[in-house]
């Protein structure tokens, strides 16, 4: 039987590294499939993107071989759930097959346009970095060590200028499949951001909300793996109309 495949897309400032820790998590029948970013990692020499839709111009043409020869899933974290769903909206506009399942965390609706506030990019630099920390994950860690902020500085204001200049005004064509959403209680996501997701299919939407703030994925890994997993191996199960699911 063949494996279904997990494209997986970091939050800003991730790599293919994020998910070190998911890789003994999956089960026989997925294979987890990380994408390297350009400006990160292995892909550090090459410059980065001045947009999402660049972005995705960039993994579609890496992955569409794969998207078209097994089936497979996507992940996405914050700024990746962005190019997960933009990759996702570029399969069916190409008619490649759709991904089986789709997977969001510490993300709004990508309909629902950011406030100033949220706009970190343009804050000073100072400023950014006070965000940032408030976000949580290893942020606080990074400040202890200027060596790699000033390595990482660059590519964390690109990647939160990308996210953040995002087009919000495009028409919303609901997918068919389902899509699966992570949200931390504590993060910076109100309520109507989120149920915004149910626009965006005509399938079952489900959320689950766990403890924790932006990065509440590093505290409770087997969950959000275990959830992921569950869905894939049970398959697709087909929804007579848009339906929404919590979880606590």
Sequence with gaps: MMRTKLFCFPHAGGSTMTFKAWEPLMPPGIELCPVELAGRGRRISEPMYHSITEAVGDVYRLLKVQMQSAPYAVYGHSMGAL????????????KLPAPQHMFFAGKEAPHVKLPE???????????????LIQLGGESKELFDNPDLLKLLMPMLKNDFFITETYDHNQAVEPFDGDITLFIGREDDIVDEEISGWLDQTRGMCSIHYLHGDHFFVQTHLKKVVGVITSQLLAGKKQTPAPTMRFFP
């Design 117 to 131: 506030e949220k706009m970190f990019h343009r804050f000073p630099e100072d400023k950014f970095k006070e965000k």
């Design 83 to 94: 190019i997960a769903f933009e990759l996702a909206k570029r399969a069916r506009k190409e």
